[in-house]
T-cell receptor, first 112, second 113 residues
Framework: DQQVKQNSPSLSVQEGRISILNCDYT??????FLWYKKYPAEGPTFLIS???IKDKNEDGRFTVFLNKSAKHLSLHIVPSQPGDSAVYFC???????????WGAGTKLIIKP | DAGVIQSPRHEVTEMGQEVTLRCKPI?????LFWYRQTMMRGLELLIY????????DSGMPEDRFSAKMPNASFSTLKIQPSEPRDSAVYFC???????????FGSGTRLTVV
């Protein structure tokens, strides 16, 4: 059973527009969420995180929103740039377990 | 800092052979993780170490898989004997603490034929 779900395998967005990547989770004990970006032939790189005590965290063009009641988080990228084209992974941890549970990833394609 | 260093980048081996993947974590990072990425299952945690001690190896698929961390600067993941279904990209990651963002290596692409 997938505890962290990224239901969109891919997403195509025009350069300059907003990219919204979604992630749903099922375990209410998760209390820390992270987004990673992965380019081909490279390891994932940490992008941004959010603790369950917050509902928003912002870092430059990247903002993560957390809706605990809906068990949903989203990553907003504004404005989208060609270098943002990558696979984005959502991950969650909690319940006194340091193991990160990963989503399957969403491939973001930024069109010029 | 050179980041997390993995070797080799690519490994092609025949079924039944022993395979050893290597990882050098970032100096000062107390946590080291081994992940496997496949198309079917995404990123799976295999095992992680804290201060060189294996903490959770529940993700190791079979007894054919073993991991060691003899010191703070080196870890190995060994598959013996290897099988075609072990073909995947294996990532090593390290972290300074339990809630910090991981730093991943570039991965080892393993192909077992």
């Amino acid at each position: 059973d997938q505890q962290v779900k990224q239901n969109s395998p891919s997403l195509s967005v025009q350069e300059g527009r907003i990219s919204i990547l979604n992630c749903d989770y099922t375990n209410s004990m998760f209390d820390y969420f992270l987004w990673y970006k992965k380019y081909p032939a490279e390891g994932p790189t940490f992008l941004i995180s959010i603790s369950s005590i917050k509902d928003k965290n912002e870092d430059g063009r990247f903002t993560v929103f957390l809706n605990k009641s809906a068990k949903h988080l989203s990553l907003h990228i504004v404005p989208s740039q060609p270098g943002d084209s990558a696979v984005y992974f959502c991950a969650a941890s909690g319940d006194s377990n340091y193991q990160l549970i990963w989503g399957a990833g969403t491939k973001l394609i930024i069109k010029p | 800092d050179a980041g997390v260093i993995q070797s080799p980048r690519h490994e092609v081996t025949e079924m039944g052979q022993e395979v050893t993947l290597r990882c050098k974590p970032i100096s000062g990072h107390d946590y080291l993780f081994w992940y496997r990425q496949t198309m079917m299952r995404g990123l799976e945690l295999l095992i992680y170490f804290n201060n060189n001690v294996p903490i959770d190896d529940s993700g190791m698929p079979e007894d054919r898989f073993s991991a060691k961390m003899p010191n703070a600067s080196f870890s190995t993941l060994k598959i013996q004997p290897s099988e075609p279904r072990d073909s995947a990209v294996y990532f090593c990651a390290s972290s300074p603490g339990p809630m910090g963002g991981y730093t991943f290596g570039s991965g080892t692409r393993l192909t077992v034929v």
